[in-house]
């Protein structure tokens, strides 16, 4: 619902082709507005937004909007599962509101491996002015996107990975879409600056640190932090931060930006490097670049984010204090543990979550639970608990209950990290540890100043267990962030509705079907 007074913002973007060398080979990159990264999406709290897409790419395109909340829209999250791809040639505008929303997030194509060509950008939600932020306002504002990057192009992996290949070692790390000493950002000495970083690439954890800085974390996907410094830190894939940074170096000095990867295996390291420049200074910085930590020393990673907590006096996009939401004392109406694994399914290797692939069929699940099209997917698909059956292919719907207050526990029994995402909702993180979850594990848990966010980390043989207030009606996306196991069937997703399923959901609670939705498959006919 739209009120007189929330401001309307409107982005046309062309998606389209071109070839560029971001890591020294030639390859066909995806590009917004003939950018790469593509543009900013700047916004501010509650902001009705309209980003009217033309696909001139070869193929049909999808744009999600990793940790946007959505608030009562499933129909514009912009995966496979909520929404028919645009096809090539035509246009779609996507309209949604920052509903109660601020922080650092981005954007990315879901569909059809097409990540692994660019097509990603950031996404800022500023505070509205009435709303203080709880720290002095910098001399400026830098988007820091990084991630790993293949030269091979991205059919070519899509095709692999249909033939049951892995992916290969990434080539190396971009930032903001630019090689190894490349890309260059400019303080003033003695002033402070925002970095809002995003972890953008398909499956690398990377490290990140400013030679001779300290990092002040203030905000993850949406919550303002305890405020705390941080020499390194790591960013898994799809996660955000904001960090502020002071130029309290040398005036006149260069220094070293590194975003090194992590857990890889040693023959897989890949580094991205920029300059950080006081003055405009063009000299090099003095020195090696600095040491990242140990690249398989997950103690050193799980203690790092363990220490990452709620801010609770703040205000964030509401002027009540974060910690009014007292969600350590809500009762738990039901918990569900989410257990990856691999398995061999007709000869290829698939990804599996409690036993099952996830595979699209052609017609989008929310379409089809709309129009109560049945034979689309398998309401209750999926147990709650892993039940060790023979892994199948399937197209699993996790069914829950408006606003019911649950437990999602992800099993991490691999021995690679994991990072997992739920569009439409931030859960509170409240506890991780190595070994297998049970009951008895709550009795770490912390109640009091969890951080909410909507990506996390689960180290390898290890669990991650978060609280999630189901307040947001539609069909939402529990994804791997890790695209090749994401594609490959490590996702599932949650359709959260009201008791009577068989009358349509109350527009208070959830939006109407968009008059220029796009219909596929069997919602064609």
């Not at 966010?453 to 609280?467: D, G, N």
Request: aromatic share 12%.
């Amino acid at each position: 619902m739209a009120y007189a007074e929330d401001p309307y913002v409107y982005f046309d973007w062309v998606v389209s082709y071109s070839q560029l060398s971001p890591y020294g080979v030639q390859k066909q990159v995806i590009m917004i507005n003939n950018q790469f990264p593509g543009p900013l999406l700047n916004t501010t709290t509650n902001d009705n937004v309209f980003v009217n897409i033309h696909n001139q790419l070869s193929e049909p395109f999808l744009l999600t909007w990793n940790g946007v909340q959505m608030r009562k829209n499933s129909w514009s999250d912009g995966v496979e599962g909520t929404n028919c791809p645009i096809p090539p040639g035509k246009n779609w505008t996507y309209a949604f509101k920052m509903k109660d929303q601020i922080g650092s997030f981005f954007y990315f194509p879901s569909f059809g491996f097409q990540k692994a060509a660019g097509g990603f950008g950031p996404i800022r939600i500023n505070n509205r002015k009435v709303i203080p932020i709880p720290f002095d306002i910098p001399a400026d504002d830098f988007d820091v996107l990084i991630g790993d990057w293949y030269n091979v192009d991205y059919k070519e992996l899509r095709s692999s990975l249909d033939a049951g290949d892995r992916l290969p070692s990434p080539d190396g790390v971009l930032i903001n879409g630019l090689p190894e000493y490349k890309a260059n950002f400019t303080f003033q000495p003695g002033s402070t600056y925002r970095l809002r970083i995003s972890n953008v690439g398909l499956k690398t954890t990377l490290n990140f640190q400013i030679q001779g800085h300290k990092l002040l974390l203030i905000e993850t996907e949406g919550s303002y932090t305890v405020q705390q410094y941080y020499d390194t830190l790591d960013i898994h894939v799809g996660q955000s931060y904001s960090v502020l940074v002071t130029a309290d170096q040398p005036e006149n000095g260069t220094y070293y930006m590194i975003a090194s990867s992590r857990f890889s295996g040693g023959d897989a390291l890949v580094t991205g490097v920029a300059f950080v420049h006081y003055n405009g200074s063009n000299g090099q910085p003095v020195g090696q670049l600095p040491q990242s930590p140990c690249s398989n020393d997950y103690s050193y990673s799980m203690k790092q984010a363990l220490s990452i907590r709620r801010n609770l006096t703040a205000g964030a996009a509401r002027p009540n204090p974060q910690g009014s939401y007292k969600y350590g004392s809500i009762n738990i109406s039901r918990t569900i543990i989410l257990a990856n694994d691999a398995a061999l399914i007709n000869n290829i290797t698939h990804y599996t979550i409690n036993g099952v692939s996830f595979i699209y069929p052609d017609t989008p699940l929310k379409l089809a639970d709309y129009y109560h099209i049945p034979d689309v997917f398998t309401l209750g698909g999926i147990s709650d608990t892993p039940d060790g059956r023979v892994p199948i292919l399937g197209t699993p719907v996790i069914d829950a209950l408006y606003r019911d207050f649950i437990q999602i526990v992800f099993q991490n029994n691999q021995p690679t990290i994991q990072t997992w995402h739920f569009d439409g909702y931030n859960f509170f993180v409240v506890g991780m540890d190595g070994g297998n979850w049970d009951e008895s594990k709550k009795q770490a848990y912390n109640l009091v100043d969890a951080v909410s966010r909507s990506t996390i980390q689960v180290y390898p043989f290890s669990w991650t267990a978060v609280l999630v207030p189901l307040d947001n009606q539609g069909m939402w996306d529990i994804r791997s962030q890790d695209e090749e196991r994401r594609y490959l069937g490590q996702e599932v997703y949650m359709r959260v509705r009201g008791a009577d399923t068989s009358v349509l959901p109350d527009p208070r609670d959830e939006n109407q079907i968009p008059s220029n939705i796009i219909k596929c498959g069997k919602a064609e006919n």
